[in-house]
């Protein structure tokens, strides 16, 4: 490559290749022929990217962590930390940024059904804190704000245009009578009772405002829900909101009373 016409620039390559030029004119770094740079901070803190081939490259994690409950997501010197639970994980720490204006993607790369979510902000580092959950198959960009010690997250995932789908359980397994039907980890909780059940539960909620859909997959049969005390359901006096052959209640957890309460 040409170098730059400049008496007072500056090359560096290894006799065949120039892999840097810096013109001491126009104050223009150029890197070349596959080379790349990483920076650092003024107090040596490695940051989060990379330049290479005249593309910005954030540094990745070299391993995808299984993150475990209230496991910590490193953050030091990464700009992509990968982790890959093997099941729904709670109370999950973003490790506190190290340079005000710091970016980190975190990247779950494991089952769609597998989300993690992260502790009170007061723990987790991360503003939205028990709110904030990032499901299997998706990827959340984060700020380091200095002044608030918190990380902030970059918009929200969206899906063809639209707020991401919620995540539907694996299966629609039959509750059976007095069963309860899982919430954790799913925005669809997929049943399919073998005949008409009473007395079920809905497991309690993790987190203030999670919203879960009860989805009937039986051609026939019903669904009654036992006592509010039992059921975890606002307002139910033992069958009061019995759910239809092929028919669907959406359900949202209110911490203050402990209770999920049914849409309208």
């Known amino acids: 490559m040409a170098q730059i016409p400049n008496t007072n620039a500056f090359s560096e390559g290894d006799g065949l290749n120039t892999y840097v030029n810096i013109d001491t004119v126009n104050k223009l770094l150029q890197v070349m022929n596959g080379a790349a740079i990483k ?35 490193a953050t030091a ?9 093997t099941g729904a994980v709670t109370g999950v720490i973003l490790a506190a940024g190290t340079i005000p ?62 707020l991401q789908p919620t995540i539907a359980s694996s299966s629609a ?24 059940r009473t007395g079920c ?24 829900w036992a006592t509010a005390a039992t059921s975890n359901i606002g307002g139910e006096v033992g069958g009061t909101f019995v759910l239809a052959a092929k028919g669907a209640q959406k359900f949202v957890w209110d911490a203050n009373d402990s209770l999920w309460h049914k849409a309208a």
């Open 39 to 73: 920076l650092y901070s003024d107090a040596g803190v490695t940051l989060t990217a990379q330049i290479v081939g005249g593309g910005v490259a954030p540094a990745q994690s070299a391993t995808a962590v299984a993150i475990a409950n209230a496991g910590t997501i």
């Open 77 to 85: 010197n990464i700009g992509v930390s990968r982790v890959s639970p």
């Open 101 to 162: 204006g710091q970016l980190c993607f975190v990247v779950n790369e494991a089952a769609q059904a597998n989300p993690v979510t992260f502790a009170a902000s007061g723990t987790s580092n991360v503003s939205d804190g028990v709110n904030d959950m990032l499901y299997g198959g998706q990827a959340r960009l984060y700020v380091w704000d200095s002044g608030t010690s918190l990380w902030y997250p970059v918009g929200n995932p969206l899906s063809s245009g639209g």
């Open 173 to 196: 397994p039959d509750p059976g009578a007095n069963g309860t039907v899982a919430t954790a980890g799913v925005g669809r909780a997929r049943v399919s009772p073998a005949a008409n």
């Open 201 to 224: 539960i809905l497991a309690a909620g993790t987190f203030d405002g999670q919203e879960v859909w009860v989805v009937n997959e039986a051609a026939a049969n019903t669904i009654s």
